[in-house]
């Protein structure tokens, strides 16, 4: 038996698969962007070293190490590239070896890090850009 071609989708199949496909769009976007991971209600303040700072995207990232006891090393997260742009920051903002007083907010598991809210370093305060 020979298979028999399919006939090509109508426009208004066509029509509604691209309504379905983009309607999904949206979800996939905010569910990347949710801050359901970080305790809204808390505000930490931790003194430390900057022990990287990664102008990447999604998402910048500035890594503290603090002095403890114990010593740890905190990720904060911070907004976009775009974000942090339309802010006055840029690359260069931030150096490792820099001091450095960070407010955020933690991850409610509990893990070293958070979502910033500003950063007070060399004598300039910035802030989180998301």
Same mark, same amino acid.
């Given at each position: 038996m !020979?298979p028999?071609?399919?006939p090509? $989708?109508s426009?208004?199949q066509l029509?509604?698969?691209?309504?379905?496909?983009?309607?999904?769009?949206p979800? $996939?976007?905010?569910?990347?962007?949710?801050?359901a991971?970080f #305790? *809204?209600?808390?505000t !930490?303040?931790?003194k430390?070293v900057? &022990?990287?700072f990664? @102008?990447?995207n999604?998402?910048?990232a500035i890594?503290? #190490?603090?002095?403890?006891p114990?010593? *740890? *090393?905190f990720?904060?997260?911070?907004?976009?590239?775009? %974000?942090? +742009?339309r802010? &006055? @920051?840029?690359a #260069?903002?931030?150096k %490792?070896?820099?001091?450095?007083?960070?407010?955020? +907010?933690?991850? +409610?598991?509990? #893990?070293?890090g958070g $979502?910033?809210?500003?950063?007070?370093i &060399?004598?300039a305060?910035?802030?989180?850009? &998301?």
């Amino acid at each position: 038996m !020979i298979p028999l071609p399919r006939p090509p $989708l109508s426009r208004r199949q066509l029509c509604l698969l691209t309504l379905i496909a983009c309607s999904a769009l949206p979800s $996939l976007v905010t569910a990347h962007h949710s801050f359901a991971i970080f #305790d *809204q209600t808390r505000t !930490i303040t931790l003194k430390g070293v900057v &022990g990287r700072f990664a @102008w990447t995207n999604p998402h910048v990232a500035i890594y503290l #190490d603090t002095p403890g006891p114990p010593p *740890q *090393q905190f990720k904060i997260e911070t907004g976009s590239v775009n %974000a942090l +742009k339309r802010t &006055g @920051w840029n690359a #260069d903002s931030i150096k %490792a070896g820099e001091s450095a007083e960070i407010s955020f +907010k933690p991850l +409610k598991n509990g #893990d070293p890090g958070g $979502l910033l809210v500003e950063i007070k370093i &060399g004598g300039a305060v910035l802030s989180g850009g &998301g």
